[in-house]
């Protein structure tokens, strides 16, 4: 496993490893519970500001 590893050979960067990790997931997460969530929390997080500026993101249901 990448973290067992991780840990044998360089074990000051576990705790940066699992942060990582458990950033992706809760992205992953997000992302999946996405057309679920309403605009004002998804504008924030996206990198597409441009987006919510449109008229296609202004006729989404909140």
């Known amino acids: 496993m990448l973290l ?3 840990a044998e050979k360089a ?3 576990l705790p940066g490893a699992v942060l990582a990790l458990a950033a992706k997931w ?3 997460r997000a992302g999946m519970m996405g057309a679920r969530l309403p605009a004002q ?3 924030p997080f ?3 500001d441009f987006f919510w ?3 296609f993101a202004r006729r989404r249901p909140s």
Do not use: I, K, V
């Open 53 to 55: 500026q449109s008229d």
């Open 46 to 48: 996206s990198g597409q």
């Open 11 to 13: 074990p000051h960067r």
């Open 26 to 28: 809760l992205g992953y």
């Open 41 to 43: 929390l998804l504008a």
């Open 4 to 6: 067992r590893e991780l």
